[in-house]
C-alpha cells in the first residue's frame, strides 16, 4: 500500500526529498513532479519515474496526488498550501509555511473550516534523536522548572545573497521552533544583539548576532546564530532547571589520537547533520496519512509562530530595542 505525492519545487532541497520518498520512505510513491524551471522538473523526476506537471495548481489538482510536498520558494508556499487545504489533500510544506502575518491567518481559517489537519511544516529539529531524548528529560520534570536556556547555532560559511535578516528568518528559526517544542510556550519579547563582526563575512552582512528571548513564564532563551564560523556545521543546545540542566548531544562520531593530539570530526553541512532526523520526519507523516491519521508533526499554528517571532527579532535588528511578541490566542483545533 503506497500513497501518491507530488512534489513542488526541485531546487536542493526537493531533490533530496524526491530520492528521499522514492529510497527510503516506506510507502510513498512520488507520481509528480512540479517546478518553474522545466529542465529541472525533468531532470528530477526521470530520475525517480515520476511525471512533469507545468504548474503547481495542475499538480495539486491532479487525481493521481493524494498528497502533496511543498519544497518552492518561500513567498510562494502560502498560496500553494491554501490550495491543498481547498482540495482537501495533505501537505508537508518546508519552512517557512509564510512570509507574511497576514497570509498565516488565512491558512488558519482556512484549516480550521476544512475541519481537519492537513498541514504539516518542516521543522526537523523535533525529529533529531538528541532532541527527542531531551523533550523526553523536560517533560519528565527530571531536571525541575526550566529558567534558562542557551542555543548555538553556526555555519562554516554562508553565499553572498545571505542577508543580515536571514540570521532570524532562515538560521535562528530553527531554534525559535525548537525551543518552543522544548519548553512548551510560548515567546513574549525578543531582543537582538549585535556583536562585533567578523572579518570572514561579505561586507553586507552583520555576522555573528545574538538573540535574547523571554518565555510565558520568564525563562530566558539565548540564541547564537553565527553563519561564518569556519570550522564546521555546529549546532549546540542546553536547557538549566531548578534542579539540573540537559545538554544536547553531539553527533555521534570517533574520537581519532594522533600525534599528540585527541581529535573529533565536526560535520560540515546540515544535511548530514539532520539526514536521519530528514528521514524520520517523512516517514512519520507519510505513516500517518497511511493509517488514515492527521498529521501530528508541527502545525500551521507553529508555522505562524515562529514567523511572528522571527518578525519581531528583524524588527530589533533595526530599532536595538526591546520588542515585544504578539500572538493571537491559539486556536483551540491546534492545541
Known sequence: MSIGIGLIGTGWIGEQHVHRLADKVAGAQVVAVADI?????????????????DTAERLIADPEVEAVVVTSWGPAHAEQVLACIAAG?????????????????????AEQAAG???????????????????KRVLDAGEIGEPLMAHCVHRNPNVREAYTTEMAAKDTAVH??????????????SVQTILPR???????????????????????????EAFVNCQYGYDIQCEIVGEEGAVRLPDPAAPAVRKAAKASV??????????AD??????????????????????????????????DA?????????IVPIELPERPEFYA
Do not use: N
Open 175 to 188: 531554534e525559535v521552533d525548537a525551543m518552543r517544542w522544548l519548553l512548551g510556550e510560548e515567546f513574549t
Open 197 to 223: 563582526k567578523t572579518a570572514k563575512r561579505f561586507p553586507h552582512l552583520q555576522d555573528p548576532q545574538i538573540f535574547l528571548f523571554e518565555t510565558a513564564s520568564g525563562a530566558r532563551v539565548d540564541v
Open 89 to 109: 489533500k495533505p501537505v508537508f510544506c518546508e519552512k517557512p509555511l509564510i512570509t507574511e502575518i497576514a497570509d498565516g491567518l488565512r491558512i488558519l481559517k
Open 313 to 321: 527579532a528583524v524588527r530589533s535588528l533595526h530599532s536595538g530595542e
Open 265 to 274: 570530526e565536526v560535520l560540515q553541512e546540515f544535511g548530514d547533520r539532520f
Open 116 to 134: 481537519r489537519r492537513l498541514v504539516q511544516v518542516g521543522f526537523m529539529r523535533r525529529y533529531d534523536a538528541g532532541y527527542r531524548q531531551m
Open 277 to 310: 532526523a530528514f528521514d524520520v520526519e517523512l516517514q512519520e507523516w507519510v505513516d500517518r496519512l497511511l493509517g488514515g491519521q492527521e498529521p501530528s508533526g508541527p502545525s500551521s499554528w507553529d508555522g505562524f509562530a515562529a514567523t511572528v517571532v522571527v
Open 37 to 53: 524551471d522545466p529542465e529541472s522538473a525533468g531532470k528530477v523526476a526521470a530520475s525517480v519515474g515520476a511525471r512533469v506537471i
